[in-house]
């Protein structure tokens, strides 16, 4: 049923956006023009936006009134004051629209409101999946993860009314609960940055881990991008690039939904999900050595490196960065292969033989236990969230970005390769290099497009 929602009196609240029908989550609601903007916070600013009520044409002056009848006996000042969403983030400007200031405030929205600073316009997508006859509602607060207390001061204090949204309206002690909840992932959000390189990738994981089963009791669904995006960063900078790229496309996914395809957050992680290398810290906390660095992972690079008759790349690194996220042995051997050269399956054999021994007991344990946070299957984010599945492997084509085909590992396929290095028997040597080759030779053929048939050894 078209339009999407249509406005109706809500108790208590004064008029309100109803959704005419089901919404999926990521829908485009509103992308509203203001009718004007002002500094709230001054006694000029507010002064200024009756100026420009003022200026405004008949038709746009008939919606700002429309907002006074909705508020007794309030002046125009002081709804325009309530009515103005903010468009800042830092305390900054307030903005009034036809349809994005008819939303209703609630602590666990079903909308996401931001201002889209150049187009100069409010954009509201559907957050999740909303129901029909359902109240369409977003946060008004600065933080959408503020604790009971600061969210009703801020709401009195800005908008003057008392929040009684189901999560307001909880029981003392569960609402005791939500804020212990919401303070704790407070704490593991700023506690990550330092763990993302101070602390081992497991512990780094381990939070990320924590902060996703708080999004989704606390049901925080804005905040699953940049959780994503923090996944990719782990990962990114362990040049786990197979387990980057899963982050990044679910990074990119969450953006979608609360912002758009559109917007800079998405448009940015599906570039970093095509070629996770160009993430500025890429390989920043991996300790294998590459040469050059990064190329064994950018075909384009990689084909360029050859071109250009670059000496070398790291043999070892491929071994490695088929792990899960590990801290990578410090003194991993670093043999090289020029190009056009050709390499035996004993050297070959002997090599990864010598990694394998150098990789300490710390990186293999790890590698083995390290998971990416479970799958969740009671809340309407289900798909978009990782599932640990270490044993699926799929593989996919993509396009790169340079119009190559690039083969993609899907979530899982590290480990899976991994444990299958672990927990390989003691097999013929003629088996053991039949495997070794094959899964070298794809693996070659996959990134680089370079058979190892056509190099030599170098020792
Ligand atoms: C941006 S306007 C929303 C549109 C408003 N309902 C109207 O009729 O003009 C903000 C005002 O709506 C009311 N409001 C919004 N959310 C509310 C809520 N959760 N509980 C009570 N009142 C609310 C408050 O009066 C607030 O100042």
Redesign the pocket.
């Known amino acids: 049923m078209w339009p999407l929602f249509s406005i109706q009196p809500?108790p208590?609240?004064?008029?309100?956006l109803v959704a005419n029908q089901s919404i999926p989550r990521g829908t485009l609601l509103i992308s509203d023009l203001p009718l004007l903007t002002f500094m709230p916070t001054t006694k000029g600013g507010r002064a200024r936006a009756i100026e420009l009520y003022k200026q405004l044409p008949y038709d746009k002056k008939i919606a700002v009134e429309a907002?006074q009848e909705?508020?007794g006996r309030m002046s125009l000042r002081e709804v325009l004051l309530?009515?103005g969403?903010p468009i800042e983030q830092q305390g900054g400007r307030a903005g009034v629209f036809e349809n994005a200031?008819?939303?209703?405030?609630?602590c666990i929205p079903n909308c996401y409101h931001f201002w889209d600073g150049v187009k100069g316009q409010e954009i509201v997508h559907a957050l999740i999946d909303i129901p029909a006859g359902a109240e369409l509602t977003i946060d008004?607060t600065s933080d959408d993860n503020l604790l009971f207390y600061q969210r009703q001061r801020e709401l009195q204090r800005r908008?003057?009314?008392?929040?009684?949204?189901p999560l307001c309206s909880l029981p003392r002690r569960e609402r005791k609960k939500s804020d212990n909840r919401r303070y704790r992932y407070t704490q593991l959000v700023d506690e990550f940055p330092t763990a993302l390189t101070d602390c081992s990738p497991k512990v780094a994981m381990g939070l990320l881990n924590a902060m996703f089963k708080l999004i989704e009791k606390e049901s925080l669904w804005s905040h699953l991008g940049a959780r994503y995006a923090d996944g990719f960063q782990l990962c990114a900078m362990h040049s786990d690039v197979f387990r980057a790229h899963a982050w990044a496309r679910r990074a990119k996914q969450a953006y979608i939904i609360a912002r758009g395809a559109g917007s800079k957050d998405a448009k940015g992680m599906a570039l970093l999900e095509k070629v996770p290398e160009r993430f500025g810290l890429f390989g920043t906390l991996c300790k294998i050595k590459m040469y050059p660095p990064g190329a064994l992972f950018v075909p384009s690079s990689a084909k360029q490196l050859f071109a250009n008759g670059v000496p070398s790349f790291s043999i070892t690194s491929p071994i490695i960065s088929l792990a899960p996220i590990v801290t990578a042995p410090p003194a991993v051997s670093h043999q090289t292969i020029p190009p056009g050269t050709k390499l035996s399956k004993g050297q070959w054999k002997r090599a990864r033989a010598r990694a394998a021994t150098r990789a300490d007991g710390y990186a293999r344990k790890e590698a083995a236990t390290t998971t990416i946070p479970p799958a969740f299957t009671s809340n309407p984010f289900s798909p978009l969230l990782p599932t640990a599945s270490p044993s699926i492997i799929s593989e996919s084509s993509d396009e790169s970005v340079d119009g190559e085909e690039d083969v993609i590992i899907e979530l899982g396929a590290a480990t899976a390769v991994h444990h299958q290095e672990d927990e390989e028997p003691e097999e013929e040597e003629s088996r053991f290099e039949e495997t070794e080759m094959a899964e070298m030779k794809n693996f070659c053929r996959m990134m680089m497009e370079v058979t190892i048939a056509e190099c030599v050894w170098e020792s």
């Open positions: 809500i208590g609240k004064g008029r309100g907002f909705g508020h309530v009515v969403l200031s008819l939303l209703n405030h609630s008004y908008f003057n009314f008392t929040c009684s949204c």
